[in-house]
């Protein structure tokens, strides 16, 4: 089975940071969509960061641009995002998803993690 694994949410004040971490089994790493989505009470599920494990292409929320950076580490098959200058609208469930085509558009999310709180304050 394909099993995807969140680590890093929490808590933090406005400005901060916070790195989450993806780590994929069961499913071939190198030729992989791999990102996060997120999803606020309320509000609709967005697509935030994303990257194409074969070829290290990026995409991100024009929301996110600039504060969040995304990562991998094939050696352990995990995809990280850094959050910086953290924002309270920032706030919400982020949950990694993985799939094979629709890296540029949101469109990857065959498989789910169970999802991770991230919370920032004002």
């Known amino acids: 089975q394909v099993q995807l694994v969140e680590s890093g949410g929490g808590s933090v004040q406005a400005g901060g940071s916070l790195r989450l971490s993806c780590a994929a089994s069961?499913?071939?790493?190198?030729?992989?969509?791999m990102g996060w989505f997120r999803q606020a009470p309320g509000k609709e599920r967005e697509g935030v960061a994303a990257?194409?494990?074969?070829?290290?292409?990026?995409y991100y929320a024009d929301s996110v641009k600039g504060r969040f950076t995304i990562s991998q580490d094939n050696a352990n098959d995990t995809v990280y995002l850094q959050m910086d200058s953290l924002k309270p609208e920032d706030t919400a469930v982020y949950s990694c998803a993985a799939g094979w085509v629709g890296c540029g558009s949101w469109y990857f999310g065959s498989y789910w993690g169970r999802g991770t709180q991230v919370t920032v304050s004002s």
């Open positions: 990257i194409y494990t074969g070829g290290g292409s990026t």
């Open positions: 069961g499913v071939t790493y190198s030729s992989l969509c």
